[in-house]
C-alpha cells in the first residue's frame, strides 16, 4: 500500500523547535521530490518545502526560509522538516507527500502548535 505517515508535531513555546518525519511506504521515496505541506484552521493547504531526488535541490517558502530546514534519508525512505524559531503563525497540521505524483490519499498529518 502506497502511503505517507507523518510524525513528531505537538505544543511549543514561541522560538523553541521539533523534527518531522514522514515515513513513506509502498513505494521508493528515493525517486521522487518530496514536499512538506501545512494547513492552518480556515485556510487552504500551502506548499512549505521541496527535497529532489539526488543531486538534491531543496526549495522554501518565503515564510519558513532561514528557520525550517528539508532533508531525506533515502536508507530509511524517510523524509524529514527541522523546524526552528517557531512562531505561533507556524501553528498547523503539517503534511508530506510526493511532489510532482501525490500519493492520493493523503496523511492524517501531524499537528503543529506554537504558543506560549
Known amino acids: 500500500q502506497v502511503q505517507v505517515v507523518e510524525s513528531g508535531g505537538g505544543l511549543v513555546q514561541p522560538g523553541g523547535s521539533l523534527r518531522l518525519s514522514c515515513a513513506a511506504s509502498?513505494?521508493?521515496?528515493?525517486?521522487?521530490?518530496m514536499s512538506w505541506y501545512r494547513q492552518a484552521p480556515g485556510k487552504e493547504r500551502e506548499l512549505v518545502a521541496t527535497i529532489t531526488r539526488a543531486p538534491a535541490r531543496i526549495t522554501y517558502a518565503d515564510s519558513v526560509k532561514g528557520r525550517f530546514t528539508i532533508s531525506r534519508d533515502d536508507a530509511k525512505n524517510t523524509v524529514y522538516l527541522q523546524m526552528n524559531s517557531l512562531k505561533p503563525e507556524d501553528t498547523a497540521v503539517y503534511y508530506c507527500n510526493r511532489f510532482n505524483v501525490p500519493v492520493p490519499s493523503w496523511g492524517q498529518g501531524t499537528q503543529v502548535t506554537v504558543a506560549s
Open positions: 509502498g513505494f521508493t521515496s528515493s525517486k521522487y521530490a
